[in-house]
C-alpha cells in the first residue's frame, strides 16, 4: 500500500476508533437509561391499572350493594315476587317489571359501569327481572356469583358465556328484607368493553404502548391494541404472560403474541386471576436512542473523514518529495546519472534528496570505473579463452573459481558443474598425488609444472603439461595453471624413441659385421698375399718376367685389399673400440699426429703452423686420428707450392671450432656431398694413391663427439676443414 | 490422586446415567387404545397434542386412537375391552351403569355441553318457552345425537311446557328443512352444526338448554372399574398427558389445529379453527380445572335422566365417575 492511502487509513482509524468506542458506550449507556426509564413507565403503568381495575371493580361492587340496600327497591321487588308467585298474567305485573327496570336497575347501568342489572330469584336462580329483557326467564343456579351472592356481595372473576358468546365478569349481592331475610340475588354483568377502556386509557401517550389482561388459560381478557375481538377468543403466549401465569410479576424483553420484540410489564393479579401486561415496541421505546445512534455515527463519520481528509493533505507533502525521489531513482536506474533530485525542502526528505544527489555523483565516478574493469575483464576472458590450452585459475581450497573454455571443451564438463569441482576431481587417483603435490609446490616456491593425464567426463584421459603459478590478487593466493596438451608431442618422442633404438640396432650390427668381416677378411688375405710372395722367393729365377710381373700385381692387389681392411677396420673401430671422453689438450694431440706423420711432412717439406689450441673433452686417440688425416689430406693434396698448414680452434660458443687450413689443390665444391663418404675418391689411384677412408673417419669421430664437420674451398686454391666439438 | 477421585466419580456418574437410560428403555410402553366418540377432528385436538408431543409416550404409554362413527357404540368399546378408554357422553356413562355396565369417567373434557337449539333470529324464538306451537327437531334414532333429546326433553319437563304444542320431527344433519324454514327450531351442536350454519351465513337465535337448569357435560374420558381396580397407575397417567395435552391446546389453539390436521378427515384448516375456537370455552370455562367434575352436575343429570325414564334402575350416582385421577392429577396445584 502506498504512503498516502495508507497514512489517510490510519488517521481515519485513528479518528473512528476512540469515536466508534464513545459512540458504542454512549449508546449503550443511553440505552440502559432509556430501558431503565421505559420499564419504570410500564411498571407504574402496570400499579395504575391495577389500582384502577380494583377500584371500578369496588366501585361496581359499592354502587350494587348501595341499590340492593334501598328500601323501595326491596318493597317493590317482594310485590312483584308475590305476583310471580301468583303467576298472575296480570299487564299491571309487567308494568311493574318494567317500573323496577326504569327506575332502580337502569340508572345503575351506567353509575356501576354495568352491562346488565339484573334480580335473581333466590331459590333457583330464576333471572325474575333483568335490565336485558332476553335474559329474564334463564337460570343462574349454578354459578358461583349466584350460590356464594346469596351469602355476601361476591365478584365471579371473568368466565366465558356461552349464551352471551362473550366473556363476562359479574358480581352479586344478596337483597333481604328488613328482618334480614334473602328475599333476592342482585347481579350485575360487568361492562368488560368498559374494563377494556380503563385499561386502555393512557395508551395514546405511546404509538406501541398496549396494556391488556389475560386470564389463566392465556387467553385475552380485554381487547389489545393490534387484535380485534381478542377478547376470550384468542390466546397469547408470549414470555410475558407465561411469567405472569407462574405468579411472577416483572418486566422483560421478549417478543409478543405477534412475534414483535417488546418491552414488557407483566403482573398476575391472584384475586382477579388475570395477568396484567403492559407492553411497548421495542423500536419505539429505543427509537430515541436510535436517533442519537444515527447522529454519532455521523458526527463519528464526519470526523473520521475530515481526519481522512487531513491526513490525505499531509501525506501528499510527505509524499511528493517522495515521488520526485522514487522518480529520480528510476531515472537514475536507468542510466541517467546526470539526474538531480534537488529538493529544496529543509526538512529530512531535503536532506535526503541532497544525500542522494551526492550519492549519483559518486555512483557516476565509480560506474566509468567499473565499465573500465568490465572492458578488462571482457579482455582477459578474451585473453584466458584464446589460450591454446586450458586455463583455470584456483583457490587454496583447489577449488576452481575460474576457467577458460578450453577446460569445458577439454573435460566436457558445465561450467556449473565445473564450479562445484577442485582440481582433484580432473585426475585419476595414482596422479592426483603428483598433481597435489606439484600444485602444492607452485603455491609454496611460485611456479612448478607436471605431465598429467586429465580426466574428462567420459573417463577419457588427455596428456597435459600443466605448469602453475602462483598469483596474488588481493590478499588472496591463487594459482593459475596452464595445461598444454601434449599428445602430438608424445606420440612424437614415442616414435623417435622407437626410432633410435632401431637405428642403434642396425648400426650395431653394421659395426659388428664390419669389424667381423674385415677381421676375418684379414686371414684368407693373408694367405694369398704370403703365399704368393712364399712363391716369388722360391721360385726366384725360374720365373720369367711375365710371371714375375703377374705376382706383383697378386701381392700388390692382395697389400691393397689388406690397405682396405684395415682401413675398414679403422672406420668401424671408431664406434665399436672408441674410448671414453677425457679432458686433453688439442695442442698435444695435435703435436702427436704431425709427429706420426714425420715422415711424409719431412719428405714434402711441409710447414705447419698452428695458433693456440684449447683443451677439449675428447677421446684423445681419436682426435689426434682426425688432425692426422686432415694434416695428411693437406701435404698430399698439394699443389706446385710446398705445402703450408695451418691449424687454429675458435670458441663459438657451446662448441670450439677447429680449422685446418692449406694452400693445396682444393676441392670442387659440388663434390661437398661425396668427400665424407666411404672409399669415395676424387682421384685416380695413380694420382693420389690411398683409400679413400680418411675424411669418412673424420666425420664419424667428430659426429661421435656431437660435432660436425664441414669444409670450405676454391677448387686450386686451396681449402679449410673445419670441425666442431662440444665444449 | 484428586485428579483419580474426580475421574472415578465422573465415571461413576456416567454408568449411572448410561445405566438410568438402559432401564428407562428396557421399559416396554403400556399400549392403551383410545375409542374417540366420533371421526378424527379438533374435537378431540388436545389427545393429538399430547400424542405429537410425546406426553404419552413420557407417561410410558403408547396410544392407539379409534375412530367413532355411525353405529359404532363407545361404551361398548370399553366394556369389551377393545379399547381401555374411551371418549363419550355423559349420558353414556350414565346409561350403561344402570344397566349394570362397569363403567366410570374419569374426567369430563367438555364440561359445558355444546348442545345447542337454534332458531332463525327473525322468528322471534328466543326461549324454550316459544317453542309451544313450534315445529323443532331435537333428535333422531340412537347414537351421538340422543343428546339433543335428552336435553330437548329435559327442558320441556324442567320448564313445564305443553309437549303436545311442540311438533316434534327428526333431526336431520344437513338442516335442510331448517333452512327452508319448514323447521322452526333445530338441535346442534355448537362445535359442529353451529358452524356450518353460520359459515351459511345465517343469523341465529340460540337457546341453550344449560341457561335453564338442564347442565349436561359433554365430552368425558371413561374407563372400566377394572382397569381403575388393577391400573389406577396407568389410569393417572394416561390421564395426566391428555389433560396436558388440552392444556396446550388450549393454551395455543393454532398449533393444536396444525397438529389436528395431521389426523382430521376434513382436512380444511378452515373448518378445524373454527371447532377449534368453538369448543375452547367448553373445554376451558374459566372455573375450574380442565376436566374437572362437580358432583352436583352428574347429579343433575342423573336425575334427569331418571326423570326421562332414561335409567331403568336406579343406583349411586357417584358410582359413574371417580374424583380420584383428576385429585391425583391436579394435587396440590392450584391454578
Given at each position: 500500500m502506498k504512503l498516502a492511502p495508507r497514512l489517510t487509513l490510519i488517521f481515519f482509524l485513528i479518528a473512528i476508533v476512540p469515536l466508534v468506542i464513545v459512540g458504542v458506550a454512549t449508546y449503550e449507556i443511553s440505552r440502559q437509561t432509556l430501558l431503565r426509564q421505559t420499564m419504570n413507565h410500564l411498571i407504574s403503568t402496570n400499579i395504575l391499572k391495577e389500582a384502577e381495575l380494583n377500584r371500578w371493580i369496588e366501585d361496581g361492587k359499592k354502587h350494587l350493594e348501595r341499590l340492593a340496600g334501598r328500601p323501595l327497591l326491596r318493597e317493590r321487588f317482594a310485590s312483584v315476587m308475590q305476583a310471580d308467585a301468583d303467576n298472575s298474567a296480570d299487564p299491571a305485573h309487567e308494568k311493574d317489571h318494567q317500573q323496577i327496570v326504569a327506575d332502580h336497575l337502569a340508572p345503575y347501568l351506567a353509575t356501576g359501569g354495568f352491562l346488565e342489572v339484573f334480580i335473581l330469584r333466590p331459590g333457583d336462580g330464576l333471572i325474575s327481572i333483568s335490565t336485558d329483557a332476553a335474559q329474564e326467564g334463564k337460570y343462574q343456579e349454578n354459578q358461583p356469583y349466584f350460590v356464594e351472592g346469596r351469602k355476601g356481595t361476591y365478584v365471579q372473576n371473568v368466565t366465558y358465556s356461552q349464551s352471551l358468546e362473550q366473556g363476562v365478569m359479574t358480581v352479586a349481592t344478596p337483597i333481604r328484607d328488613r328482618q334480614g331475610n334473602l328475599i333476592a340475588v342482585l347481579g350485575g354483568r360487568f361492562d368488560l368493553g368498559e374494563l377494556t377502556r380503563i385499561i386502555e386509557q393512557g395508551r395514546g401517550l405511546n404509538q406501541t404502548e398496549d396494556t391488556y389482561l389475560a386470564n389463566k388459560f392465556n387467553f385475552f381478557v380485554t381487547e389489545s391494541r393490534f387484535g380485534k375481538s381478542f377478547a376470550l377468543k384468542k390466546t397469547v403466549n408470549s414470555e410475558g404472560v407465561i411469567a405472569a401465569l407462574r405468579g411472577n410479576d416483572g418486566i422483560g424483553l421478549y417478543l409478543d403474541y405477534r412475534g414483535v420484540p417488546v418491552i414488557g410489564a407483566y403482573n398476575w393479579l391472584p384475586n382477579r386471576e388475570l395477568c396484567l401486561i403492559t407492553e411497548i415496541e421495542q423500536s419505539e421505546a429505543f427509537a430515541p436512542i436510535v436517533r442519537m445512534g444515527w447522529v454519532v455515527i455521523g458526527i463519528a463519520l464526519a470526523i473520521a473523514l475530515a481526519a481522512a481528509l487531513i491526513a490525505f493533505l499531509f501525506a501528499r507533502t510527505i509524499t511528493r518529495p517522495v515521488q520526485q525521489l522514487v522518480e529520480?531513482?528510476?531515472?537514475?536506474?536507468?542510466?541517467?546519472?546526470?539526474?538531480?533530485?534537488?529538493?529544496?525542502?529543509?526538512?529530512?526528505?531535503?536532506?535526503?534528496?541532497?544525500?542522494?544527489?551526492?550519492?549519483?555523483?559518486?555512483?557516476?565516478?565509480?560506474?566509468?570505473?567499473?565499465?573500465?574493469?568490465?572492458?578488462?575483464?571482457?579482455?582477459?576472458?578474451?585473453?584466458?579463452?584464446?589460450?591454446?590450452?586450458?586455463?583455470t585459475l584456483f583457490d587454496e581450497e583447489r577449488r576452481c573459481i575460474r576457467w577458460n573454455r578450453n577446460l569445458e571443451q577439454f573435460t566436457e564438463h558445465s561450467a556449473e558443474e565445473m564450479s562445484r569441482m577442485t582440481l582433484r576431481d580432473f585426475f585419476s587417483q595414482e596422479e592426483q598425488k603428483l598433481v597435489a603435490e606439484t600444485i602444492e609446490q607452485a603455491f609454496i616456491e611460485g611456479e612448478a609444472s607436471v605431465e598429467a593425464n586429465l580426466l574428462t567426463k567420459s573417463r577419457r584421459s588427455i596428456p597435459l603439461y600443466l605448469t602453475g603459478m602462483r598469483i596474488k590478487i588481493g590478499d588472496r593466493n591463487l594459482l593459475a595453471g596452464v595445461g598444454m596438451d601434449i599428445t602430438e608431442r608424445r606420440r612424437a618422442e614415442d616414435q623417435l624413441k622407437k626410432a633410435l633404438v632401431d637405428l642403434e640396432r642396425s648400426n650395431k650390427e653394421l659395426e659388428q659385421f664390419a669389424f667381423v668381416a674385415s677381421h676375418d677378411l684379414q686371414e684368407p688375405l693373408r694367405m694369398v698375399s704370403s703365399y704368393t710372395q712364399l712363391l716369388a722367393e722360391r721360385y726366384e729365377g725360374q720365373l720369367d718376367e711375365k710371371a714375375k710381373k703377374y705376382i706383383a700385381y697378386a701381392v700388390d692387389g692382395a697389400v691393397r685389399m689388406q690397405r682396405l681392411i684395415n682401413d675398414l677396420l679403422t672406420y668401424s673401430r671408431v664406434a665399436t673400440r672408441g674410448q671414453s671422453l677425457e679432458t686433453a689438450d688439442s695442442h698435444a694431440l695435435l703435436g702427436e699426429a704431425i709427429r706420426n706423420l714425420g715422415a711424409a711432412i719431412d719428405e714434402s717439406q711441409a710447414l705447419i703452423t698452428t695458433d693456440d689450441l684449447p683443451t677439449v673433452h675428447v677421446d684423445p686417440a681419436q682426435l689426434v686420428l682426425v688432425f692426422q688425416n686432415l694434416l695428411s689430406n693437406a701435404i698430399k693434396f698439394r699443389g706446385e707450392d710446398f705445402p703450408r698448414v695451418h691449424v687454429s680452434a675458435s670458441d663459438a660458443g657451446r662448441e670450439w671450432a677447429f680449422a685446418v687450413t692449406d694452400n693445396g689443390i682444393g676441392i670442387d665444391p659440388q663434390y661437398a656431398d661425396r668427400i665424407f663418404v666411404i672409399f669415395q675418391r676424387l682421384h685416380t689411384r695413380l694420382e693420389y694413391p690411398g683409400t679413400g677412408i680418411g675424411l669418412a673417419v673424420c666425420k664419424r669421430i667428430v659426429e661421435r663427439h656431437g660435432g660436425r664437420i664441414w669444409f670450405d674451398s676454391e677448387f686450386g686454391k686451396g681449402s679449410s676443414f673445419f670441425f666442431s666439438l662440444p665444449k | 490422586m484428586r485428579r483419580i477421585a474426580c475421574l472415578f466419580w465422573i465415571v461413576a456418574l456416567l454408568i449411572t446415567v448410561v445405566a438410568c437410560e438402559r432401564q428407562q428403555e428396557k421399559r416396554a410402553l403400556d399400549e392403551v387404545t383410545v375409542q374417540l366418540k366420533w371421526v378424527h377432528q379438533a374435537q378431540f385436538a388436545g389427545m393429538y397434542v399430547a400424542q405429537e408431543k410425546g406426553y404419552y409416550n413420557q407417561e410410558g404409554i403408547q396410544v392407539n386412537f379409534l375412530e367413532g362413527g355411525q353405529g359404532i357404540d363407545n361404551a361398548q368399546a370399553v366394556i369389551s375391552g377393545r379399547a381401555q378408554f374411551a371418549v363419550t357422553t355423559p349420558e353414556d356413562v350414565l346409561i350403561s351403569r344402570s344397566r349394570g355396565a362397569p363403567l366410570q369417567a374419569i374426567a369430563a373434557i367438555y364440561r359445558r355441553s355444546a348442545v345447542v337449539f337454534q332458531a332463525m333470529a327473525d322468528s322471534h324464538i328466543t326461549r324454550p318457552q316459544d317453542f309451544p306451537g313450534k315445529t323443532v327437531a331435537p333428535g333422531g334414532e340412537g347414537g351421538a345425537v340422543r343428546d339433543f333429546e335428552f336435553q330437548f326433553y329435559a327442558l320441556v319437563r324442567k320448564l313445564g311446557l305443553d309437549l303436545s304444542k311442540i311438533k316434534v320431527v327428526p333431526y336431520d344433519s344437513k338442516y335442510t328443512a331448517f333452512i327452508k324454514g319448514d323447521v322452526d327450531v333445530t338441535a346442534a351442536f355448537s362445535t359442529g352444526g353451529l358452524i356450518f350454519l353460520r359459515q351459511e351465513g345465517l343469523k341465529l337465535n340460540l337457546i341453550w338448554p344449560s341457561d335453564y337448569g338442564i347442565h349436561f357435560y359433554s365430552d368425558t374420558l371413561v374407563t372400566t372399574d377394572e382397569t381403575i381396580k388393577e391400573k389406577s397407575g396407568l389410569v393417572t397417567r394416561f390421564l395426566r398427558a391428555t389433560l396436558k395435552g388440552w392444556q396446550d391446546a388450549i393454551q395455543n389453539y393454532e398449533e393444536a389445529v396444525a397438529i389436528t390436521l395431521k389426523y382430521a378427515r376434513v382436512k380444511d384448516p378452515q373448518f378445524q379453527t373454527a371447532m377449534m375456537e368453538s369448543l375452547l370455552p367448553l373445554v376451558h370455562t374459566g372455573e375450574d380445572h380442565i376436566g374437572w367434575m362437580k358432583p352436583e352436575v352428574w347429579q343433575g343429570m342423573y336425575d334427569i335422566l331418571l326423570e326421562e325414564k332414561i335409567l331403568n334402575t336406579p343406583f349411586e350416582v357417584n358410582q359413574a365417575y371417580t374424583m380420584r385421577f383428576l385429585e391425583d392429577v391436579y394435587g396440590g396445584v392450584t391454578k
Amino acid at each position: 500500500m502506498k504512503l498516502a492511502p495508507r497514512l489517510t487509513l490510519i488517521f481515519f482509524l485513528i479518528a473512528i476508533v476512540p469515536l466508534v468506542i464513545v459512540g458504542v458506550a454512549t449508546y449503550e449507556i443511553s440505552r440502559q437509561t432509556l430501558l431503565r426509564q421505559t420499564m419504570n413507565h410500564l411498571i407504574s403503568t402496570n400499579i395504575l391499572k391495577e389500582a384502577e381495575l380494583n377500584r371500578w371493580i369496588e366501585d361496581g361492587k359499592k354502587h350494587l350493594e348501595r341499590l340492593a340496600g334501598r328500601p323501595l327497591l326491596r318493597e317493590r321487588f317482594a310485590s312483584v315476587m308475590q305476583a310471580d308467585a301468583d303467576n298472575s298474567a296480570d299487564p299491571a305485573h309487567e308494568k311493574d317489571h318494567q317500573q323496577i327496570v326504569a327506575d332502580h336497575l337502569a340508572p345503575y347501568l351506567a353509575t356501576g359501569g354495568f352491562l346488565e342489572v339484573f334480580i335473581l330469584r333466590p331459590g333457583d336462580g330464576l333471572i325474575s327481572i333483568s335490565t336485558d329483557a332476553a335474559q329474564e326467564g334463564k337460570y343462574q343456579e349454578n354459578q358461583p356469583y349466584f350460590v356464594e351472592g346469596r351469602k355476601g356481595t361476591y365478584v365471579q372473576n371473568v368466565t366465558y358465556s356461552q349464551s352471551l358468546e362473550q366473556g363476562v365478569m359479574t358480581v352479586a349481592t344478596p337483597i333481604r328484607d328488613r328482618q334480614g331475610n334473602l328475599i333476592a340475588v342482585l347481579g350485575g354483568r360487568f361492562d368488560l368493553g368498559e374494563l377494556t377502556r380503563i385499561i386502555e386509557q393512557g395508551r395514546g401517550l405511546n404509538q406501541t404502548e398496549d396494556t391488556y389482561l389475560a386470564n389463566k388459560f392465556n387467553f385475552f381478557v380485554t381487547e389489545s391494541r393490534f387484535g380485534k375481538s381478542f377478547a376470550l377468543k384468542k390466546t397469547v403466549n408470549s414470555e410475558g404472560v407465561i411469567a405472569a401465569l407462574r405468579g411472577n410479576d416483572g418486566i422483560g424483553l421478549y417478543l409478543d403474541y405477534r412475534g414483535v420484540p417488546v418491552i414488557g410489564a407483566y403482573n398476575w393479579l391472584p384475586n382477579r386471576e388475570l395477568c396484567l401486561i403492559t407492553e411497548i415496541e421495542q423500536s419505539e421505546a429505543f427509537a430515541p436512542i436510535v436517533r442519537m445512534g444515527w447522529v454519532v455515527i455521523g458526527i463519528a463519520l464526519a470526523i473520521a473523514l475530515a481526519a481522512a481528509l487531513i491526513a490525505f493533505l499531509f501525506a501528499r507533502t510527505i509524499t511528493r518529495p517522495v515521488q520526485q525521489l522514487v522518480e529520480g531513482a528510476g531515472e537514475i536506474g536507468r542510466g541517467n546519472l546526470d539526474c538531480k533530485v534537488s529538493l529544496s525542502t529543509g526538512d529530512e526528505i531535503g536532506e535526503l534528496s541532497r544525500a542522494f544527489d551526492c550519492m549519483t555523483t559518486e555512483l557516476k565516478t565509480t560506474t566509468v570505473s567499473r565499465d573500465e574493469l568490465a572492458r578488462e575483464k571482457d579482455f582477459s576472458d578474451s585473453v584466458i579463452n584464446t589460450l591454446p590450452g586450458v586455463f583455470t585459475l584456483f583457490d587454496e581450497e583447489r577449488r576452481c573459481i575460474r576457467w577458460n573454455r578450453n577446460l569445458e571443451q577439454f573435460t566436457e564438463h558445465s561450467a556449473e558443474e565445473m564450479s562445484r569441482m577442485t582440481l582433484r576431481d580432473f585426475f585419476s587417483q595414482e596422479e592426483q598425488k603428483l598433481v597435489a603435490e606439484t600444485i602444492e609446490q607452485a603455491f609454496i616456491e611460485g611456479e612448478a609444472s607436471v605431465e598429467a593425464n586429465l580426466l574428462t567426463k567420459s573417463r577419457r584421459s588427455i596428456p597435459l603439461y600443466l605448469t602453475g603459478m602462483r598469483i596474488k590478487i588481493g590478499d588472496r593466493n591463487l594459482l593459475a595453471g596452464v595445461g598444454m596438451d601434449i599428445t602430438e608431442r608424445r606420440r612424437a618422442e614415442d616414435q623417435l624413441k622407437k626410432a633410435l633404438v632401431d637405428l642403434e640396432r642396425s648400426n650395431k650390427e653394421l659395426e659388428q659385421f664390419a669389424f667381423v668381416a674385415s677381421h676375418d677378411l684379414q686371414e684368407p688375405l693373408r694367405m694369398v698375399s704370403s703365399y704368393t710372395q712364399l712363391l716369388a722367393e722360391r721360385y726366384e729365377g725360374q720365373l720369367d718376367e711375365k710371371a714375375k710381373k703377374y705376382i706383383a700385381y697378386a701381392v700388390d692387389g692382395a697389400v691393397r685389399m689388406q690397405r682396405l681392411i684395415n682401413d675398414l677396420l679403422t672406420y668401424s673401430r671408431v664406434a665399436t673400440r672408441g674410448q671414453s671422453l677425457e679432458t686433453a689438450d688439442s695442442h698435444a694431440l695435435l703435436g702427436e699426429a704431425i709427429r706420426n706423420l714425420g715422415a711424409a711432412i719431412d719428405e714434402s717439406q711441409a710447414l705447419i703452423t698452428t695458433d693456440d689450441l684449447p683443451t677439449v673433452h675428447v677421446d684423445p686417440a681419436q682426435l689426434v686420428l682426425v688432425f692426422q688425416n686432415l694434416l695428411s689430406n693437406a701435404i698430399k693434396f698439394r699443389g706446385e707450392d710446398f705445402p703450408r698448414v695451418h691449424v687454429s680452434a675458435s670458441d663459438a660458443g657451446r662448441e670450439w671450432a677447429f680449422a685446418v687450413t692449406d694452400n693445396g689443390i682444393g676441392i670442387d665444391p659440388q663434390y661437398a656431398d661425396r668427400i665424407f663418404v666411404i672409399f669415395q675418391r676424387l682421384h685416380t689411384r695413380l694420382e693420389y694413391p690411398g683409400t679413400g677412408i680418411g675424411l669418412a673417419v673424420c666425420k664419424r669421430i667428430v659426429e661421435r663427439h656431437g660435432g660436425r664437420i664441414w669444409f670450405d674451398s676454391e677448387f686450386g686454391k686451396g681449402s679449410s676443414f673445419f670441425f666442431s666439438l662440444p665444449k | 490422586m484428586r485428579r483419580i477421585a474426580c475421574l472415578f466419580w465422573i465415571v461413576a456418574l456416567l454408568i449411572t446415567v448410561v445405566a438410568c437410560e438402559r432401564q428407562q428403555e428396557k421399559r416396554a410402553l403400556d399400549e392403551v387404545t383410545v375409542q374417540l366418540k366420533w371421526v378424527h377432528q379438533a374435537q378431540f385436538a388436545g389427545m393429538y397434542v399430547a400424542q405429537e408431543k410425546g406426553y404419552y409416550n413420557q407417561e410410558g404409554i403408547q396410544v392407539n386412537f379409534l375412530e367413532g362413527g355411525q353405529g359404532i357404540d363407545n361404551a361398548q368399546a370399553v366394556i369389551s375391552g377393545r379399547a381401555q378408554f374411551a371418549v363419550t357422553t355423559p349420558e353414556d356413562v350414565l346409561i350403561s351403569r344402570s344397566r349394570g355396565a362397569p363403567l366410570q369417567a374419569i374426567a369430563a373434557i367438555y364440561r359445558r355441553s355444546a348442545v345447542v337449539f337454534q332458531a332463525m333470529a327473525d322468528s322471534h324464538i328466543t326461549r324454550p318457552q316459544d317453542f309451544p306451537g313450534k315445529t323443532v327437531a331435537p333428535g333422531g334414532e340412537g347414537g351421538a345425537v340422543r343428546d339433543f333429546e335428552f336435553q330437548f326433553y329435559a327442558l320441556v319437563r324442567k320448564l313445564g311446557l305443553d309437549l303436545s304444542k311442540i311438533k316434534v320431527v327428526p333431526y336431520d344433519s344437513k338442516y335442510t328443512a331448517f333452512i327452508k324454514g319448514d323447521v322452526d327450531v333445530t338441535a346442534a351442536f355448537s362445535t359442529g352444526g353451529l358452524i356450518f350454519l353460520r359459515q351459511e351465513g345465517l343469523k341465529l337465535n340460540l337457546i341453550w338448554p344449560s341457561d335453564y337448569g338442564i347442565h349436561f357435560y359433554s365430552d368425558t374420558l371413561v374407563t372400566t372399574d377394572e382397569t381403575i381396580k388393577e391400573k389406577s397407575g396407568l389410569v393417572t397417567r394416561f390421564l395426566r398427558a391428555t389433560l396436558k395435552g388440552w392444556q396446550d391446546a388450549i393454551q395455543n389453539y393454532e398449533e393444536a389445529v396444525a397438529i389436528t390436521l395431521k389426523y382430521a378427515r376434513v382436512k380444511d384448516p378452515q373448518f378445524q379453527t373454527a371447532m377449534m375456537e368453538s369448543l375452547l370455552p367448553l373445554v376451558h370455562t374459566g372455573e375450574d380445572h380442565i376436566g374437572w367434575m362437580k358432583p352436583e352436575v352428574w347429579q343433575g343429570m342423573y336425575d334427569i335422566l331418571l326423570e326421562e325414564k332414561i335409567l331403568n334402575t336406579p343406583f349411586e350416582v357417584n358410582q359413574a365417575y371417580t374424583m380420584r385421577f383428576l385429585e391425583d392429577v391436579y394435587g396440590g396445584v392450584t391454578k
